[in-house]
Structure formats: structure tokens, C-alpha cells
């Protein structure tokens, strides 16, 4: 049999004891030889003998070409150089087309590796890849909604917590001390340690209307029945300061950086800085029915107000009239939140003739997108760590929605108070909420998630599949060990049911 490697060059007969060596010419001829015999292998396959592929020059006789969805080779006679080509291209690019072919003539939109299975099982199963569907199909993973714990907790009981839908009752302070109004009393409760203490007392003649901390959390503002706003010094237990101005229950307080502003049942809103001796240094005047919605942007140049009039306005540092109307919604506007993620985002929510969410951009002055919920919107509030909100709830399902801002899917729906979710407040890491309700408790949820876990997202969204699992799993395991020692003051080591009194 010949030897497909020797030299074209015959020796002598007389020289079988001498060794030859080939001219480089002769070795460059065998080289080419061998290479063309390679490539024409499957075209004119010799019966007697076999041929072995080289390392780097495969061979196409024994190829599979259905399991990556190629082309069998054409049995015609044609250039076989020229055939390996197209089969390459093919197998890197994909089959060309005229609208993927580009200006050198090559496709190069499709993956180099695009397996099919041969059997009925389904690669996506097991694969991180997804195989091709056809045309118009994207392959992108569809990423999976956060979990997100349906039950609360912890439970507080709140007796005489009001059910009254224009009232704000529960803030959270920078402080981790939740501030509650029930009836005449205001207690704190401090997360860190659960120790309930009795702020104030304002005798049977009054009640309490609303609860609002000052950005430290030092200092709490409360709003009465009476028309008056006190302030309180918390860590001393301290009233600092009464001021009047309104005529009838103050049901909204919101604090901008050196202003607070109070809204009434009077129809007004008034500004008051606590650095001057006035009981108040500005009049806002617009709403034609009680005010029950406050909140100032998160650079304090805007406050946004909600009334029993079904009008939203916005209004600046300066103005003593609504810079915006908003009369899109169809019932009372309590729920206000400004994004902390875009400037100029506000949501508002409608009562129980409206139940909408709407959004807004106070910088262009235009009404983004709105969703009809099917329940009265009690309240409305962001994430500070993800581009998230959450809605509270009353007629007719009383429930807890998180939603994925700006699809507005649903990621949780949270449900376990008897009566209207009327009253919710954010914790001060951002992760956990609490919710009010006219069943007298207060139910604590962790919704939201840490800002390190946004953070291990962003990183992950970076990196490529394989390197996305290995880190994955470090990640994981280096959270796990993490968590056990550095676990939340209010997190979910907290249990069973406490009465606040």
C-alpha cells in the first residue's frame, strides 16, 4: 500500500543503503498533494483504504451535518477547496441571506454554535442557551420576578387605630422608631429593640389626625383634630413647639428641608418654618375640598398635594398657587410618591371611584401611563433601592401590591388585613414596609431588596452565562455566611404578635 506521506522522489536502484533528502521543491508538491486528497476525500473516496483526518482539517465524510442544522454536501462535482469554504462559512455565519448578508459578503448575525437535538427532549430544560424558534423570536433568558415572602413578619396589635381613609397615621423615622397615632395617644415603637414608648397624650377633647418625622428623626410633628400641629423632641419625650393657623383637623404633613407644610380639612395648606417665631410664613390656597396627600420631591423644590376634589397640584419653593393641575383622577388623591430614581417622576393614586395609578412628569408637565388597579389606592410609596413601588389597597380587596416600575408588573400581591390598608410607612434601610389597617394591627413585610443585592444583579447582568453561575454560586454562599452575622435590627428573627399601649 502507498504511503500518502512519502516523497515524489524515487532513489536509485543502486542506492538502498543511502539516505536521501527531498528538495524543498519535492516536500512543497507532497504538502499540496496531500492537502487536495484531504479536501476530495468524500468526492472520490478510494474503496481500498481509509483517510484519517489531520488535526486542524476536519473530515466531512463522518460529519453529522444535521445536528448543526447545515446543509448536507452536494453530491455534484465541483471545486473542493471552494465547497470547504462555503461549508465553513455557513457553519461560522449561518446560510446567507440578502437581508443578513453584508458588504463583504459574509452573514455574520447568527451564533457560531447552534445546536439542535435529534431527540424530543428539550435542551432549554438543562441548557442555559435557548434554541432557535424561527424568525422574530427573541433569545434572551427571560429573567424571573424576585421572590417575594407572602405572609408578614411580625404583628402588632394597634388598638383605636382609626378607620378613617383621609388620615396618615404611621411614619418611620431615620432613626428605626415607628411613630403611631392611636386615638388621643402617639406611642413610638423602636424597631432595634421593641420597646414601646408613650409619646404624648392630647386629653379626650382631641385626637390624633396625622404623624410626620423630621428628616433626622429627632423630631415629630403631630397634626390634631384641634387644627394645631405640635412638635415633639422624641428622645426626651418633649413637646418643643405648638403652632395654629387651621381651622379645622390636620390630616397631612410633609417636611421639606427647613419647611413643613400641613394641610387641613380648611381646604388649605400651610407652610410653616420651624426657625421663625410665625405659626406660619405661607398660605398655599387651590384645593376646593379637605387636603389628605402631602409630599415633597426628594431636591425639596416641589410638594405635591392630593384632595377630596380629585385634583392633584404641584406647586414650587415660592408659590402660593398650584404650578400644576392634575384633574385626571376620579376620586380622592391620598396616595403621592415622587421617584427617587428620576427626577420629576410623581405617582399618585385614586380613591375607591377612580382606583388608578397614575404617573407623571412634573418636568415636561405630561401624564406618562396610568393602571387601573380594581381597588381603592390607599397609599403609595418607592424603593429607594430598586426602580420599584408599592400600593396599599382598601375597596374592595384590602391588598398589597409591588410592582415592577415602568412595566407595572405585578411581582407580589400581599394580602392578610380584614379592613382598608389605609395607613404605610417605609423602613429606613429601604427593604421592609409597614402596613395600617382598620383591624388594628400593623403587619411588617420585607418587599423590597437590600441595596448590596442590586448591586450583585448589576454585576451579574455584566458578565457572560458560565461566568454568571460560578459567580453566582460564590456570591450565594459568601451572602449566606454574611447574612447570619450581620442579621437586620427589624429583620425576619422577629416573630408572633406584640400589643402596642
Not at 117 to 133: A, G
Not at 190 to 201: F, G, I, M
Not at 374 to 381: D, E, G, K, T
Request: charged share 20%.
Amino acid at each position: 500500500m502507498e504511503d500518502p506521506t512519502a516523497s515524489n522522489v524515487t532513489p536509485p536502484a543502486n542506492s538502498s543503503s543511502q539516505i536521501i533528502i527531498p528538495s524543498p521543491s519535492s516536500v512543497k508538491v507532497s504538502l499540496e498533494s496531500r492537502i487536495n486528497r484531504l479536501i476530495n476525500a468524500n468526492q472520490s473516496p478510494s474503496p481500498s483504504r481509509s483517510i484519517y483526518s489531520d488535526r486542524f482539517i476536519p473530515s466531512r465524510s463522518g460529519s453529522n451535518f444535521a445536528l448543526f442544522d447545515l446543509a448536507s454536501p452536494s453530491p455534484s462535482k465541483e471545486d473542493g477547496a471552494g465547497s470547504y469554504a462555503t461549508l465553513l462559512r455557513a457553519a461560522m455565519f449561518g446560510p446567507e441571506t440578502p437581508e443578513k448578508r453584508d458588504i463583504t459578503g459574509f452573514s455574520t448575525s447568527r451564533n457560531i454554535f447552534r445546536f439542535k437535538t435529534e431527540t424530543n427532549r428539550c435542551l432549554n430544560s438543562f441548557s442555559p442557551f435557548v434554541s432557535d424558534d424561527g424568525p422574530g423570536v427573541s433569545h434572551a433568558p427571560i429573567k424571573a420576578l424576585r421572590k417575594v415572602s407572602r405572609s408578614p413578619y411580625k404583628v402588632l396589635d394597634a388598638p383605636a387605630l382609626q378607620d378613617d381613609f383621609y388620615l396618615n397615621l404611621v411614619d418611620w423615622s431615620a432613626q428605626n422608631v415607628l411613630a403611631v397615632g392611636l386615638g388621643n395617644c402617639v406611642y413610638l415603637w423602636n424597631a432595634c429593640s421593641s420597646k414601646v414608648t408613650k409619646l404624648c397624650d392630647l386629653g379626650a377633647d382631641d385626637s390624633v389626625c396625622s404623624v410626620g418625622w423630621a428628616f433626622r428623626g429627632t423630631h415629630l410633628a403631630v397634626g390634631t383634630s384641634s387644627g394645631k400641629v405640635q412638635i415633639w423632641d422624641a428622645s426626651r419625650c418633649k413637646r418643643t413647639r405648638t403652632m395654629e393657623g387651621h381651622r379645622l383637623r390636620v390630616g397631612a404633613l410633609a417636611w421639606g428641608s427647613s419647611v413643613l407644610s400641613s394641610g387641613s380639612r380648611d381646604k388649605s395648606i400651610l407652610q410653616r418654618d420651624i426657625r421663625c417665631q410665625e405659626d406660619h410664613v405661607s398660605k398655599l390656597a387651590g384645593h376646593k375640598s379637605e387636603v389628605c396627600g402631602l409630599k415633597w420631591s426628594y431636591d425639596n423644590r416641589e410638594l405635591a398635594s392630593g384632595g377630596n376634589d380629585n385634583r392633584l397640584f404641584v406647586w414650587n419653593q415660592h408659590s402660593t398657587q398650584p404650578v400644576l393641575k392634575y384633574s385626571e383622577h376620579t376620586a380622592a388623591v391620598k396616595a403621592i410618591a415622587w421617584s427617587p430614581h428620576v427626577h420629576g417622576l410623581l405617582a399618585s393614586g385614586g380613591g375607591t371611584a377612580d382606583r388608578c395609578i397614575r404617573f407623571w412628569n412634573t418636568t415636561t408637565n405630561t401624564h406618562l401611563s396610568s393602571i387601573d388597579t380594581c381597588s381603592q389606592v390607599c397609599n403609595l410609596a418607592w424603593s429607594k433601592n430598586v426602580n420599584e413601588l408599592v400600593s396599599t389597597h382598601g375597596y374592595s380587596q384590602n391588598q398589597i401590591i409591588v410592582w415592577k416600575y415602568p412595566t407595572m408588573s405585578k411581582i407580589a400581591t400581599l394580602t392578610g388585613h380584614t379592613y382598608r390598608v389605609l395607613y404605610l410607612a417605609v423602613s429606613p434601610d429601604g427593604q421592609t414596609i409597614v402596613t395600617g389597617a382598620g383591624d388594628e394591627t400593623l403587619r411588617f413585610w420585607n418587599v423590597f431588596p437590600s441595596p448590596k443585592s442590586q448591586v450583585k444583579s448589576q454585576v451579574l447582568e455584566c458578565l457572560p452565562i458560565p461566568q454568571k453561575c460560578y459567580f453566582r454560586m460564590i456570591l450565594f454562599n459568601f451572602l449566606c455566611v454574611y447574612t447570619q452575622n450581620t442579621d437586620s435590627d427589624i429583620g425576619s428573627s422577629f416573630f408572633g404578635r406584640t400589643t402596642i399601649r
